[in-house]
């Protein structure tokens, strides 16, 4: 299969400075270079090991030694910071000495006293800012969205369940502890609850949820802290106008053969999307990994219609999620080149996706709903 590239990526090189290439910016650089037209212009890493990784995959840019440097550097478009997660208010806050357009990474802030900051820095940042929220990109998810509207005639119940692997191991352990991560129901589920506004069209008025640490990382110890991060739970949403939706996680169950399985209920049927997990973590005595699937099952006549949504292997192999780091960089440089328009996700999108991570954490610690 061969990678589309629509014209309006090909008519000049955008420049990006990467603020953070771990795990995730590494994913970034990778897929950035299977898109004509572009260039890393400079790196931010402070990892001695994360930051050779990504000089071999990106070795025209430079390596500087601050955020302030990298804002310094000449000729850059846009910004990408891809750093963990509780840097990411005060990197973004630092860009407002040349506002450029950047790609933040999920979650947008960690911590509901964050707040104040991050409208501040909505109202005073005058270039587009777009929230990574790749789940909205994923092929297979993609057109469960696409065709929810018709195959239900309008979502009442919507279900997304994600049964994964642990946490990986990230440089000083920093996804181990909600300090760091906001916790996992905003590290790892913020996607899914931007998924359910997208999907329903509505914003959340409550949450219900229970969840904890039963299995991972209960014997780890990183100079004498142990992990607090949550690795399964339950979250029930309501929102205006009665939409129901809920979310199953769990994080010790990567012997799944579809790691997302996401579920929207109407009048007029039922639409599915089954997601394989990344195809690295797939065994190879099993053979071929799955291919997505879209499963669309009207109420009459009734029938299941089976939908395969493969992806260029290409993709596949350049990071974790199902192709969509690539499409995401598609639009987001469809923005950057054209210096119009608004960002698909924004800064909106990503502060309700946090706030019902938090509200989600909370209702979980003190057993009760959390009203919004």
Known sequence: MTIQTPLSTRTRTITYGVIGCGMMGQEHLRNIA????????????????????????????????????????????????????????????????????VLVEKPLFTDAADLAAVDAFARDYPAPVWVAMEYRYMPPVARLLEMAPEATGGIRMLTIREHRFPFLDKVGAWNRFNSQTGGTFVEKCCHFFDLMRLAVGADPVRIMAMGGQAVNHLGERYQDRTPDIFDHGYVAVEFEGGIRAMLELCMFAEGARWQEEISAVGPKGKIEAFVPGPTRFWPDHLGTPPIAQVVVSPRDPKG?????????????????????????????????????GRPEVGITDGRWAVLMGLAAQQSMTEGRAVTL
């Open 34 to 101: 299977l898109l004509p037209g572009t260039a890393i212009g400079a790196i931010f890493e402070p990892d001695a090991g994360m930051r050779a990784a990504a000089q071999a995959l990106a070795p025209g840019a430079a390596m500087v030694d601050s955020v302030e440097a990298l804002l310094a550097h000449p000729d850059l478009d846009c910004l990408l910071i891809a750093s963990p997660n509780h840097r990411h208010v005060a990197q973004l806050q630092a860009a407002l000495r040349r506002p450029l357009p």
């Open 304 to 340: 299941p219609q089976v939908h395969e949504i493969p992806v260029d292997p290409t993709l596949l192999e350049a990071g974790d999620h199902n192709g969509s780091t690539f499409y995401q960089h598609q639009r987001f440089l469809d923005l950057v080149r054209s210096g119009q």
